[in-house]
């Protein structure tokens, strides 16, 4: 059933490989079947996590707009749908994100418990330091500070809040499609008359 093996090699007990139509290959240092070396790469080293780029109560400070701590202060639905529309990437709305924010407001009491699952996907995002529970924390015990301090971070990430996902990637590859058209058109030497 099987041939019998080489003199000088080592022999493994591998059962046969199941009849699926994909080709099976054994690298050179499980199997004496193949004799090419082992493309393993291991893999990159994560990327060290980075500091906020704003302090979780620089809402006060000179540099913040004291107005978007005014409305996150009182109608926090807004800028959580701001922030959460960004970090989903444009997949859901900021008046879904707000709204379902003031639905769970309204049922429990206590919109934190979904908004810090944002703050940690925003964390994963863009290699924020922090973890899960410090996340939950900020948002039990600062749910205005919390948000204000993921809107400013987006801002200083280069995204333009007001006019949301959908806006963004449209201005960005706007200025993509402006920038290599404003360069003149290569002209080709060649034939002449």
């Not at 000088?8 to 070396?37: E, L």
């Not at 934190?112 to 994963?124: I, V």
């Not at 015990?141 to 948000?147: D, K, Y």
């Amino acid at each position: 059933m099987y041939p019998p093996p080489e003199q000088g090699k080592p022999t493994y007990n591998q059962p046969p490989a199941a009849a699926t139509g994909i080709p099976v290959s054994y690298s050179s240092t499980t199997s004496a079947y193949s004799g090419a070396s082992s493309d393993y790469a291991p893999p990159p080293p994560p990327k060290p996590l980075v500091e906020w780029s704003t302090g979780l109560c620089d809402c006060c400070s000179a540099s913040s707009d004291p107005r978007k701590s005014c409305i996150t202060f009182w109608c926090p639905c807004i800028t959580f749908g701001q922030v959460a529309e960004i970090i989903d990437k444009g997949s859901t709305s900021c008046g879904a994100s707000g709204a379902l924010y003031t639905l769970i407001c309204c049922v429990i009491g206590c919109p934190c418990l979904y908004s810090c699952f944002y703050r940690s996907k925003m964390r994963q995002q863009y290699g924020l330091k922090g973890n899960d529970c410090t996340d939950c924390l900020i948002h039990c015990c600062c749910e205005a500070c919390a948000l204000c301090q993921e809107y400013r971070e987006l801002e200083n990430r280069g995204f333009n809040m007001v006019i949301g996902w959908h806006g963004n990637v449209e201005q960005r590859t706007r200025g993509i499609a402006m920038a290599t058209t404003t360069t003149a058109p290569a002209v080709e030497q060649g034939m002449s008359r």
